[in-house]
């Protein structure tokens, strides 16, 4: 099994950025496709961002393109998402997923579910 673990979530004011990032322990994450997810309060899980295993293929949700970047870092084991630019709309708990295959995850509704998740970080933007 792999255990994910996010991190770099917080408090930031409309504007601003934040990166997150999911360390992986229990397997290599270059095993597995990655991917971002987040979930507000009162409603659905939306896929935010996918990764493919060597790095060069990305997918984003609409809502989030041309602002948040994922990348990955296979000798750290460690998926990143860069978030810029951030509304109060942005605000929500993000996840960390790994899978096999990811095309679909950001797609409303998505396609396809990943193998694993982390427990989740808070990004709040407010002013």
């Known amino acids: 099994d792999v255990q994910l673990v996010e991190s770099g979530g917080g408090f930031v004011q409309p504007g601003g950025s934040l990166r997150l990032a999911c360390n992986a322990s229990?397997?290599?994450?270059?095993?597995?496709?990655m991917g971002w997810f987040r979930q507000a309060p009162g409603k659905e899980r939306e896929g935010l961002a996918s990764i493919y295993t060597g790095g060069g293929y990305t997918n984003y949700a609409d809502s989030v393109k041309g602002r948040f970047t994922i990348s990955r870092d296979n000798g750290q084991n460690t998926v990143y998402l860069q978030m810029t630019n951030l509304t109060p709309e942005d605000t929500a708990m993000y996840y960390c997923?790994?899978?096999?295959?990811?095309?679909?995850?950001?797609?409303?509704?998505?396609?396809?579910?990943?193998?694993?998740w982390g427990q989740g970080t808070q990004v709040t933007v407010s002013t």
């Open positions: 997923a790994a899978g096999t295959f990811c095309t679909g995850w950001i797609r409303s509704p998505p396609i396809g579910r990943p193998l694993y």
């Open positions: 229990g397997d290599f994450i270059r095993n597995y496709c």
